[in-house]
């Protein structure tokens, strides 16, 4: 199957709507939970799922490849999320965060040259276009008043965290065992996060309601297990590039969840944005005939 065959599959769209809940997960979830204590809950759910199903399956480990594997995993999983879920916690809209989250694909296409690939003309074109789409879906919402620096550090912080992640994977362990790879990626990044969340944070102030234990589950099976899965197996077939360039489609998709969920409106402006982030990609994951 060729790449640009690929990308029409359920798998990308399958991919993009799990990832896209991730923001929905974390206005369900952050309100009975510090954000560290959550994603160590969250890693640990992971954890006591596939470790069980690695030794009974005896799946088979990434000979020589598990520093690289355990680094990527840090930067993908730790970095990202306890960014991204920090900055939501100190205030930090769902709008503001998936634009700067969303400059993604521009720093890996900068990047590229870096793992061995080449961004054409028109997929750089696709970019820009997506990146234009994105601004203008969360336009409406993005505001910097009142938002405090620690809150804008931290979404750069987990940009730049996924970025280098997902270039680190490409170019040193795009091949390996999602069962036992992904358990190395999320014991790594207990282990990060552990000493942060203890020093920081209060296991007394987690509030086990029925909205929290949905948004572990959910975090857990949808997004840390199925999300996460598909995304490894894009990295593992495609370029970078392409593969990121998907998170473009990631705000409209929240701002349609959001709208259906919690009445969240958006206009005529919304809509535009929406189709100029699908132009986008389809510029950059089409293949040149």
Partial sequence: MSKSASFLSPVPVFFVFLWSTGFIVAKFGLPYAPPLMFLLLRFAGVLAILAPLVLLLKAPWPTGRIGHVAIAGLLLQAGYLSGVWCAIKLGMPAGPTALIVGMQPILTAISAPLIGETVRPRQWLGLVFGLGGVALVVYAKVTLIGLSVEAILLCVFALLSITAGTLYQKRYCPQFDLRTGTVIQFAASFVAVLPFAVYFEQWSDI??????????????????????????????????????????????????????????AFNALGLAGMALAVAGVIFVVKKAK
């Fill in 207 to 264: 509030q086990w309601t029925g909205a929290f234990l949905g948004a572990l589950a959910w975090s857990v099976l949808a997004l840390s297990i199925g999300a996460i899965f598909l995304l490894f197996a894009l990295i593992r077939r495609s370029d970078a590039t392409q593969v990121t360039s998907l998170l473009y489609l990631t705000p409209p998709t929240t701002a349609v969840m959001a709208w259906l969920m919690f009445g969240e």
